[in-house]
């Protein structure tokens, strides 16, 4: 089992299969980015490999994020690859939600258990403003899509900021009031490429929650602490909200996961400083045991947590779309 100095188990593996995407959000990447080429990416021959060796060690679920993962060409047939592994208990995917209308059913049959869709407004101009894309329509008519295909649970993320759309936190809970999908609220991380985040913009969760009360009376949900999200249902059993209080109330004592890069390396942390190179590994000769090695190690070494807000916060060098959320 993956154990780390703080006796946290590593339980949950995030791969992004791209650092690529169509939309260019403010708070993830410039508008020129740079992208790692083909060559670069672990082959889904590869992933599937480094995933049953992760799962040998302990893993149970595998989210799948990019960049934008759909972008990538067949991911559903991946999907088909990791669900078929012994011991794998789910897979799942965080996507813009921006092809959903022509894969939702795919993935569906796939295996897909559960999906993730950021949104941060439903007005279409400020849509424009924060991804550099008017793709609104395409977005809602995804989240239609995931419903439809009976990609439970569906999931809308919305990255609340301080005067670009925290006016909207009322009408996301509305939502989730009326739908059948679970709204939740993340607060703004500085993971964008250092031209957006500073404190002042983080609503925290406190305030979040406060204002959704406003909308109508919540109550909270027993939840596995080492899920990010804390949760709430509507008292009057219509929906449910969810708070990433990654900023202001960090869960790092409970923390489970890892992330797998799109170019193979292995991040103990989201806001992690050092990497441990899976793909050299693989691309060596490397046996079973030796990417198990780099699994250990990479555990051996996590930190208790982040220090945002704190003295001797140093942002990662990755912006978000090439770490993969
Ligand atoms: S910041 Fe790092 S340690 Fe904390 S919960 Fe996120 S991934 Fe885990």
């Given at each position: 089992?993956?154990?780390?100095?703080?006796?946290?188990?590593?339980?949950?593996?995030?791969?992004?299969?791209?650092?690529?995407?169509?939309?260019?959000?403010?708070?993830?990447?410039?508008?020129?980015?740079e992208f790692?080429?083909?060559?670069?990416?672990?082959?889904?021959?590869?992933?599937?490999?480094?995933?049953?060796?992760?799962?040998?060690?302990?893993?149970?679920?595998?989210?799948?994020?990019?960049?934008e993962?759909?972008?990538?060409?067949?991911?559903e047939r991946?999907?088909?690859?990791?669900?078929?592994?012994?011991?794998?208990?789910?897979?799942?995917?965080?996507?813009n939600?921006?092809?959903?209308?022509?894969?939702?059913?795919?993935?569906?049959?796939?295996?897909?258990?559960?999906?993730?869709?950021?949104?941060?407004?439903?007005?279409?101009?400020?849509?424009?403003?924060?991804?550099?894309?008017?793709?609104?329509?395409?977005?809602?008519?995804?989240?239609?899509?995931?419903?439809?295909?009976?990609?439970?649970?569906?999931?809308?993320?919305?990255?609340?900021?301080?005067?670009?759309?925290?006016?909207?936190?009322?009408?996301?809970a509305?939502?989730?009031?009326?739908?059948?999908?679970?709204?939740?609220?993340?607060?703004?991380?500085?993971?964008?490429?250092?031209?957006?985040?500073?404190?002042?913009?983080?609503?925290?969760?406190?305030?979040?929650?406060?204002?959704?009360?406003?909308?109508?009376?919540?109550?909270?949900?027993?939840?596995?602490?080492?899920?990010?999200?804390?949760?709430?249902?509507?008292?009057?059993?219509?929906?449910?909200?969810?708070?990433?209080?990654?900023?202001?109330?960090?869960?790092?004592?409970?923390?489970?996961?890892?992330?797998?890069?799109?170019?193979?390396?292995?991040?103990?942390?989201?806001?992690?400083?050092?990497?441990?190179?899976?793909?050299?590994?693989?691309?060596?000769?490397?046996?079973?045991?030796?990417?198990?090695?780099?699994?250990?190690?990479?555990?051996?070494?996590?930190?208790?947590?982040?220090?945002?807000?704190?003295?001797?916060?140093?942002?990662?060098?990755?912006?978000?779309?090439?770490?993969?959320?």
């Open positions: 089992m993956l154990v780390d100095r703080f006796g946290r188990r590593a339980r949950k593996l995030r791969i992004s299969v791209t650092d690529r995407c169509n939309f260019r959000c403010v708070y993830c990447m410039p508008e020129e980015a790692k080429d083909r060559a670069e990416l672990l082959t889904y021959e590869e992933i599937e490999r480094v995933t049953r060796v992760a799962v040998q060690l302990g893993i149970e679920k595998v989210r799948l994020t990019g960049g993962p759909l972008v990538r060409r067949d991911v991946l999907v088909e690859r990791l669900v078929s592994i012994p011991g794998l208990r789910a897979v799942s995917m965080t996507t939600g921006y092809f959903l209308p022509a894969k939702a059913a795919a993935l569906k049959r796939a295996g897909l258990s559960g999906i993730n869709i950021s949104l941060d407004t439903l007005d279409r101009d400020r849509f424009v403003l924060l991804t550099r894309r008017d793709y609104l329509r395409e977005v809602l008519a995804g989240i239609g899509a995931a419903v439809a295909a009976g990609l439970e649970p569906v999931k809308v993320n919305m990255v609340v900021m301080r005067g670009y759309n925290d006016d909207e936190v009322e009408t996301f509305a939502q989730a009031r009326s739908r059948a999908l679970v709204v939740r609220f993340i607060e703004f991380m500085p993971l964008d490429n250092g031209s957006v985040w500073n404190e002042s913009l983080v609503v925290p969760a406190h305030e979040i929650i406060a204002r959704v009360q406003a909308v109508a009376p919540l109550e909270p949900v027993e939840h596995d602490k080492s899920d990010p999200a804390r949760r709430w249902r509507f008292k009057d059993g219509q929906g449910e909200i969810g708070v990433i209080a990654s900023v202001t109330e960090p869960f790092c004592g409970h923390c489970d996961r890892l992330r797998l890069t799109a170019d193979g390396k292995l991040r103990n942390c989201l806001f992690a400083l050092d990497e441990y190179d899976v793909r050299a590994v693989l691309r060596g000769g490397g046996s079973d045991a030796d990417i198990a090695a780099v699994f250990s190690e990479a555990v051996a070494n996590k930190w208790a947590g982040h220090l945002i807000n704190r003295e001797g916060f140093v942002k990662p060098e990755r912006t978000m779309h090439a770490i993969g959320g």
